[in-house]
């Protein structure tokens, strides 16, 4: 199966509602990722991803930069019953200043994307995440206290979105990311 996209969030809560919050969303392709960080504000990058199922046997791997900073590998345990739901996704949408000395040009927006989804398959895993460490992607910087679940989940999904509010920018400014990096 070809997959090419990844998504990696945690769980949060605004306004007394629980949500994600976007992390990491690595992708295959250009148009994809520009399309996604231009329009919401999404943290994509370009990398290598991959996921296959054979049989029981369940892999999911995300590279970049030479390193596999995400790994998925499972066994199939159960079926379970699919559902077509809702998430509310949260991502800050900000582009940096062309002045100098400015962080950005205006103050970043928090966008809630409300990611619908409809699964066609949905099955339960006894395997493992795993987090590796990356310069780029510090995704292993995030404590793992306890795996409450496991799935693999295949499907489609749309989206829609809004503005929910504004950030003062210095608030913001130590967490900004680009499209582009290096090691």
């Not at 040009?105 to 460490?133: A, C, F, W, Y």
């Not at 693999?152 to 979105?161: C, D, I, L, Q, Y």
Request: charged letters at 25%.
């Amino acid at each position: 199966m070809e997959f090419g996209a990844a998504t990696f969030g945690v769980n949060c809560m605004y306004q007394g509602k629980e949500g994600i919050y976007e992390i990491t969303m690595p992708m295959e392709t250009e148009g994809v990722v520009v399309a996604g960080r231009e329009t919401y504000g999404e943290p994509k990058k370009i990398a290598d991803v991959t996921a296959s199922k054979d049989g029981d046997d369940c892999v999911a791997t995300v590279t970049r930069h030479g390193i596999t900073y995400l790994e998925l590998k499972g066994k199939t345990s159960e079926s379970l019953e699919t559902s077509s739901f809702t998430d509310d996704v949260y991502c800050f949408k900000v582009f940096p200043s062309c002045e100098q000395n400015k962080p950005a040009d205006q103050n970043p927006l928090l966008v809630r994307i409300n990611m619908h989804r409809t699964q066609s398959v949905h099955t339960k895993l006894d395997g493992e995440i795993i987090l590796r460490e990356s310069p780029m992607d510090p995704v292993a910087d995030l404590p793992v206290k306890e795996m409450v679940s496991l799935v693999w989940e295949e499907g489609t999904s749309s989206s829609n979105a809004s503005v929910v509010e504004e950030v003062d920018i210095m608030s913001y400014v130590p967490f900004m990311h680009s499209r582009y990096d290096s090691v």
